[in-house]
């Protein structure tokens, strides 16, 4: 078993060192590949990011009606806590919207003189924030059912445009990657092909002395990983270089965008890419030296 891994090991690298320009070609458009695949992945990651803390921010403020009891109050604030979708839910007397009052107008308080904490013509109120915008639609429909209430207030238009942004983003990043997953398979798989077309005679002499399928398979197949891997191992290296430089000025010109930092990030493209890499390189390569097996 190890001699028959160690010829499969050597054979593979055989066969990159042989047709070094046609094995430097593929890891080249392996590398460029997957350096755009990874560029997805981040930028994916962090417009979902961005989306969160901006769904997060999206709240609904409930208007209670002046004469609802204390008793009334904790009951809608106990059933609303129950609802599906619900992250958080706020209350606010009439004293705590006189003091929000006041921090809206800063230094224009002059404008609140007569008015107390007490006295105030604000009404009691929740705020609550959603796990997620499509939680909204049921939600309000609940709460405008509910009696006590007498105003909901909640931007629709922002959170059907957030549920659109995301269902884009990700449609979008689905698609980008299953292309360029194609893409590098194909170039593995038409280096493979170059290198198997110039041994079929050999192949096909080992065919005919009794070799088995795999035995002639695995070499290739080691040779496709091999290749697939090394682009692999240097897009992340690209990207991980492009990625911290790319932050840390947008950092600075963004201060509101909080970005994934480096690391968290490139853990999760480190493994997409490596496992991609080496996929495409096993695919490409079974795929390649398959017709050249039927003897």
Excluded: C
Aim: hydrophobic fraction near 50%.
């Amino acid at each position: 078993m190890l001699n028959s891994i160690s010829y499969y090991i050597k054979e593979g690298l055989k066969g990159i060192w042989r047709h070094k320009a046609m094995s430097l070609a593929a890891v080249i458009s392996i590398v460029i590949a997957l350096f755009i695949l990874g560029g997805v992945v981040l930028f994916g990651l962090n417009v979902n990011s961005v989306i969160h803390e901006v769904e997060s921010s999206v709240d609904i403020i409930v208007f209670l009606k002046d004469d609802v009891s204390e008793q009334s109050i904790k009951q809608i604030n106990d059933e609303i806590k129950a609802m599906n979708g619900i992250a958080e839910v706020k209350y606010y007397s009439k004293a705590d919207a006189f003091e929000k009052w006041k921090a809206q107008f800063g230094g224009e308080a002059g404008y609140l003189e007569g008015y107390t904490a007490d006295n105030n013509p604000l009404p009691r109120s929740f705020e609550i924030r959603l796990q997620s915008p499509s939680y909204a639609d049921e939600v309000v429909s609940a709460l405008n059912a509910k009696d006590g209430i007498d105003k909901v207030q909640y931007n629709s238009k922002i959170a059907d445009t957030l549920s659109r942004l995301v269902r884009s983003v990700r449609w979008m990043g689905m698609i980008i990657v299953f292309v360029l997953l194609i893409i590098a398979v194909v170039i593995i798989m038409n280096t493979i092909r170059l290198a198997v077309s110039t041994r079929k005679n050999e192949i096909n002499i080992m065919r005919y002395i009794g070799a088995t399928s795999w035995f002639i398979r695995w070499p290739f197949i080691i040779e496709g990983a091999i290749i697939g891997v090394l682009g692999a191992l240097l897009s992340i290296i690209l990207l991980k270089s492009m990625y911290s430089f790319v932050i840390s000025r947008l950092s600075n010109l963004l201060n509101m965008i909080k970005f994934i930092p480096s690391n968290y990030a490139m853990n999760v493209v480190m493994l997409i890419i490596i496992v991609t890499g080496a996929a495409a390189g096993i695919i490409g390569s079974a795929v390649s030296i398959r017709r050249y097996l039927k003897v």
